[in-house]
């Protein structure tokens, strides 16, 4: 099966019947029927009839109600772009599209060069480093049995968590559900969602979310429908999103090869994303949320996953428009700094060097910590995030037990705990480094790398971080 060839045909009468009535939020391309601005004869609208207005459903969306989307869902069907912005976004897209026409032995020699590159130079050891090196070797292997062993074991007790609710055809898989009331599911993915399960809890935790939404429900098909039509379309961010393609997780195997590979996917799912949120459009923080989702999820059902983050977990605040810049992430900071970092000395220490969140904190909420931990901690962390997150605007998670909110003590960054708890367990761990330090230090030490050596207890003070918290909402 080719690239283009997705289905989305001219006599495919299931997909034409999938687009009518829908109202899309795509860049006008030029050779649909147009007219010239008066004004701006550079840019160019679609003439088209008025978009059919959205109908307002409480529930899941029917094959007989297609046009049920919201405001929110669904942006103004009518996007401006100018004829330069259009031939570039066509330039970019032509790129990744031949790119699997290149000739094999380019890519080879290409692909060895980055081997070469990244690959460290052997080490002979000496006589003396021998015997060390043996024992560590043996420390290793005995660990990694363990940790083997144990893996197999969560592994098994998430399987019987897991049900069954779609049996896939063709190799297509199958598609689990987990009850979110289970007494064991929340201790379970604070210890670590087995990697063999984490797609589809991930999957599982989402749609519950999008299911119980007070907005209308979106299903895989119609989003996956929407993807193939989108990245067919020109977008005015094609262009940046070219330049953080190879940039994001370069050194990973899947993203190495330029216009190929993981890049093209990368590429494709943040344009049909920057099509779907024009309000937003396309921001830097966007490539590496999606390339995490790619090691997991194929290109379409990585874009309904990043459609439902972003609706059912609060991105699309953080992330605000192209007008708000960023201004209910700094309402999130707000929150973060006074809810949450208390009268700690290490707070006190960084007032006195005048480092407010907003210099140190704004990356990690935009990535959710990508290259900002280990990509093993990000993972736990994204873990409990998926189950207990929620959007601000959307009802909590089923799977935290119901509280009574004050309204004084409920700040607006509601649903972000597990981010906030984060955030907060980040610092504790600098909390030496940063009293002993000047702006200078402080600020390297924030804005770099955190090594993180023992995940798990990383994660305990999370944990402990997240319940004082909620103690706290519930006794107010």
Not at 130 to 147: G, M, R, S, V, Y
Not at 282 to 297: C, D, E, N, R, W
Not at 399 to 420: C, I, N, Q, W, Y
């Amino acid at each position: 099966m080719t690239d283009r060839d997705s289905g989305f045909g001219i006599d495919n009468d299931h997909l034409e019947k999938v687009k009518t009535g829908r109202s899309f939020p795509l860049v006008t391309p030029s050779t649909s029927k147009s007219t010239q601005s008066d004004n701006n004869p550079a840019l160019r609208l679609e003439p088209e009839s008025a978009p059919v207005q959205p109908q307002h459903h409480h529930g899941v969306r029917g094959s007989d109600d297609d046009q049920a989307y919201t405001d929110l869902q669904r942006p103004p069907s009518i996007r401006v772009i100018s004829v330069e912005a259009e031939k570039e976004s066509q330039k970019v897209r032509s790129l990744y599209e031949t790119a699997e026409d290149l000739s094999g032995e380019d890519g080879d020699r290409r692909a060895s060069l980055i081997d070469v590159r990244l690959e460290p130079p052997e080490e002979v050891p000496s006589d003396e480093d021998e015997n060390d090196a043996a024992a560590e070797e043996e420390e290793a292997e005995k660990l990694a049995d363990e940790l083997k062993f144990k893996e197999v074991e969560r592994s098994e007790k998430w399987r019987k968590m897991a049900k069954v609710v779609k049996q896939g055809a063709d190799g297509q898989g199958m598609i689990f559900e987990f009850d979110l009331k289970h007494p064991k599911l929340v201790s379970r993915t604070w210890k670590g969602i087995p990697d063999c399960w984490r797609a589809a809890a991930w999957y599982s935790f989402l749609a519950a979310s999008a299911k119980t939404s007070d907005t209308p429900f979106v299903t895989d098909e119609e989003l996956k429908a929407d993807f193939r039509e989108l990245v067919d379309q020109p977008s005015p961010d094609d262009t940046q999103i070219d330049m953080d393609v190879p940039r994001t997780i370069n050194q990973h195997i899947m993203f190495r090869r330029r216009y190929k590979g993981g890049q093209r996917l990368l590429f494709r799912v943040l344009h049909a994303l920057s099509l779907y949120f024009p309000k937003t459009g396309y921001v830097q923080g966007m490539a590496p949320l999606a390339a995490t989702f790619l090691s997991y999820y194929e290109e379409e059902s990585c874009f309904v996953m990043l459609v439902r983050v972003w609706q059912y977990r609060g991105l699309n605040q953080m992330y605000g428009t192209r007008d708000s810049e960023l201004g209910e992430l700094m309402n999130i900071l707000e929150d973060f700094e006074k809810y949450w970092l208390g009268p700690r000395d290490v707070v006190k220490q960084l007032e006195e060097l005048c480092i407010h969140p907003t210099a140190y904190a704004t990356r990690w909420y935009m990535t959710l910590f990508n290259l900002s931990i280990p990509f093993v901690a990000q993972l736990r962390v994204w873990d409990v995030f998926m189950l207990l997150g929620s959007s601000p605007s959307e009802p909590p998670s089923p799977a935290l037990p119901p509280t009574k909110v004050v309204s004084d003590f409920a700040p607006p960054s509601k649903g972000m705990e597990v981010l906030h708890a984060t955030c907060a367990a980040i610092i504790d761990c600098q909390r030496e480094t940063i009293l002993d330090s000047d702006f200078e230090n402080a600020m390297k030490s924030l804005t770099s790398w955190v090594p993180i050596k023992d995940v798990q207890r990383f994660m305990t003070i999370v944990n402990i971080e997240w319940k004082q918290y909620m103690n706290k909402q519930r006794k107010a």
